[in-house]
Structures are given as C-alpha cells and as structure tokens.
C-alpha cells in the first residue's frame, strides 16, 4: 500500500509538474512570504538566506480529520499557506476523510486538476460536464479518479466505515467553490428572488436551506 502511494505522488508530480497550471517559475525557490504586505498574484518571496527545511515540510496529512461536522467529511490541505515552499511550484496536496454517509459536496475549483488516491473505503464520486452530462464511478482503496479543472464534482462515503483519499492539485493553490454554500450562504446573502426563481422554489424553502447551512455560532 505505502509502495502504492508513494508511485501515485511520483507520477502526480511527474505529470503536473510538466503541465502546472500556475506561472512557471524563474528561480531555483521562492519560499512565500505569507506576512508580506506585497500583493501579487501569488506571494513574493522571503530571502532565499533565510529557507529551512521545515518550509517544504508538513505533517498535516498525517491523520484522519475530524468528520463530525454537517456534510460528514474534512478537507485537510497541503497548499502553500501551510507549505510556504510550495510557491511558483504550481502543486499542492490534500487529504480528504469521510464519516459513513459523508460527502464532499457539490463544488468546484477554478484553478485546478484534481486527482484522488484513496487510502482505505470505498466512495461514489463524479463530475459534471458543461453539457450536464454525469461521469460516475465507485472507487476504493488503491484507486485513482480524475476531476477535471473547473467542473462540478463531488465524493459522497456510501459505506459503513470512515473512508479517505489523497487529492492532488496543479496549483499551488487551487481554490474551491462550495455549490451550496456559495449560492446559500454567501456574505453578503444572494438575494431570496435570484434563488427562487433559479431553483424554482418558494421563499421559505429558500430560508430553510439558509439556516440549515448557516455557520454554527
């Protein structure tokens, strides 16, 4: 198995590594400097003096997360605000665990590739099309399902045990655009008649989706 996950992260370095989807690079590194007061499209660089090891480094992924939230699953990132040496480098990882019943719900990211390794259960994943057509699969432990830049996707545990996967993204910061919480609980609110009028529906239904998908004060 760890031979297995050691090859998936090999060739997903291999492959996104020829094809980033963030601007190449112009030095050997560019560790962020996360506390600068620069803007640009990424992060400027710290003096390169000044790199150590612990910038390309990272436990995070180490252990499952927490799932005991709404949807039932916990996005765990290796991005460059945790790894700050992954600037310009255009990849980052997550890892991604699911409860029994759990979902990664319907979202989307602008900026990324997306490729799933999974590491134990089993999980019914899929995306969307531009012309609404579902590609569908059931995946489990060792193996590898693809979701495709800027697409609705989703990854829902239909199993009795906790499943996870290792995501892999061409961007050092991919971004991720959560459908209903994006429509249902943005700041400030998406107006009642834009949603009913979309989803077809009555004002209270729309409110009852609000408050179901609210932050827990």
């Known amino acids: ?10 060739a997903f370095a291999m492959v996104f590594g020829n094809s980033a989807a963030d601007p190449d690079m112009l030095q050997d590194i560019c560790v962020a400097d996360l506390a600068a007061g620069v803007k640009v499209n990424g992060f400027v660089c710290k003096n390169e003096a000044n790199a150590t090891a612990e910038d390309f480094f990272t436990t995070a992924l180490a252990k499952p997360g927490l799932t005991n939230n ?8 290796a991005n460059v605000l945790k790894v700050p ?11 991604i665990d699911y409860a029994p019943g ?32 579902l590609i ?27 499943a996870a996967v290792i995501a892999g993204f061409n961007s050092q910061l991919q971004g991720t655009a959560n459908i209903a919480l994006t429509l249902f609980a943005a700041t400030p609110p998406v107006p009642d008649n834009v949603l009913t ?21």
């Open 70 to 77: 709404t949807f039932g699953s916990l996005v765990t990132a």
């Open 136 to 162: 569908s699969k059931t995946i489990k432990k060792g193996e590898v399902f693809v979701f495709p830049k800027g697409l609705v996707h989703f990854q829902k545990n239909n199993g009795k045990v906790p």
């Open 85 to 95: 040496g992954l600037n310009t480098l255009g990849v980052s990882l997550a890892r």
């Open 1 to 10: 198995m760890a031979a297995l996950l050691a090859l998936f992260v090999v």
């Open 102 to 133: 759990g979902i990664n719900p319907p979202h989307t990211h602008p900026r990324a590739t997306e490729i799933v390794y999974v590491l134990e259960g089993e999980l019914d994943v899929g995306f969307i099309t531009t012309a609404n057509k």
């Open 197 to 217: 009028k979309t989803f077809q529906v009555g004002t209270k239904e729309v409110e009852k989706i609000k408050s179901r998908l609210a932050p827990k004060a």
